[in-house]
């Protein structure tokens, strides 16, 4: 009973209710995975052709599934090791930078992502030789720009 009266509170809030609404989403979280996974890639399709972070940003957030934003981290981030050349790289890098300083990314959310490159690098490898080293020095720009921490850093694998 307790807890339903501090809900009721909460929700009654002003900006309360939009802020629980942006932890846990209110609605998102009932599209089945498959579709959510489409949806992230096509916005990070779109991204890299228009090059708008707060369209991505927007897009990102009406999805309304903010414990699934790790798949985005994810799938950015095997867009930079399968790309050549460095547009994808800073625009990915720009999109982090933007998701992370408007907190539209969580560090929990932010960290799932990275571990879940790592732990399949070796499997990506495979398929684009060079993904060790563009992981490296990807992971050293977002640690220098504040987007990971330390020890998310010195988790990266290397060859």
Not at 25 to 36: D, E, F, I, N
Not at 45 to 52: A, I, N, Q, T
Not at 125 to 131: A, F, G, R
Request: charged share 30%.
């Amino acid at each position: 009973r307790a807890a339903l009266d501090r809900a009721t509170v909460l929700l009654s809030m002003t900006k309360g209710g939009k802020r629980i609404d942006s932890v846990w989403g209110s609605g998102g979280g009932q599209q089945p995975v498959k579709h959510l996974v489409k949806e992230i890639d096509m916005l990070l399709k779109e991204y890299l052709l228009s090059g708008d972070v707060l369209e991505a940003e927007r897009c990102l957030q009406e999805l309304e599934v903010p414990h699934f934003h790790h798949e985005l981290v994810y799938e950015a981030i095997v867009l930079v090791l399968e790309s050549t050349g460095d547009k994808t790289f800073k625009m990915i890098l720009d999109l982090f930078k933007t998701l992370w300083r408007s907190s539209v990314i969580t560090v929990d959310q932010m960290r799932r992502g990275y571990e879940r490159v790592y732990c399949e690098i070796p499997d990506i490898n495979l398929d684009v030789p060079h993904s060790y080293s563009v992981l490296e020095r990807f992971v050293e720009e977002c640690f220098q720009a504040g987007i990971i921490s330390k020890p998310l850093r010195d988790l990266c694998p290397s060859r």
